[in-house]
């Protein structure tokens, strides 16, 4: 795995978006495979070659702007250690602010249906958290290799944005 990959993920190896287990408000509904196309976890590059017994790996087209991607759909629980990094970062998604010229976060319109937190926007999330998942987001963004795919991310979460 990629080294910046790997220090993205381990900033947010050890913090979630409460203080304690969210998805004991929602039964863990973001880790669950409803079938469809949107329970699906996008994975960031080379992130499909790692150990994810728990899950399966497809490829496929992201609905909105159809770029090819790899993807899981988790068949059981598994340790936070071991999760992507959009399951880690989520109900956030990473975007680039043109108003202030960096990159940051904000809530993921897919969460609305299934995360409880999506309607306290970032101040219902600790902010640790917050802060832990910008930090990850910039630093991925410093490589140009990963602003590319965080590019195709926000322009895929935006499109859908404009859908709803």
Known sequence: MD?????????????TPLKHDCGSLCDSACCRDEGELGSLVWLLPGEEDTHMPWADVVTTAMPVTQTQISAISCNSPCSRSDRPFCCRIFPLS??????????????DRRAAPICPLFHYGKAGLDPAFVEAARRAVRLLAGDPKWEQWLMRLQAEESAYRMEL
Do not use: G, H
Request: glycine residues 0%; negative net charge; aromatic residues 12%.
């Open 94 to 107: 990473p975007y680039y602010s043109e108003k202030r010229q960096e990159w940051d976060v904000r809530m």
């Open 3 to 15: 080294n910046t990959l790997r220090a993205a993920l381990d900033l947010l190896s050890d913090i």
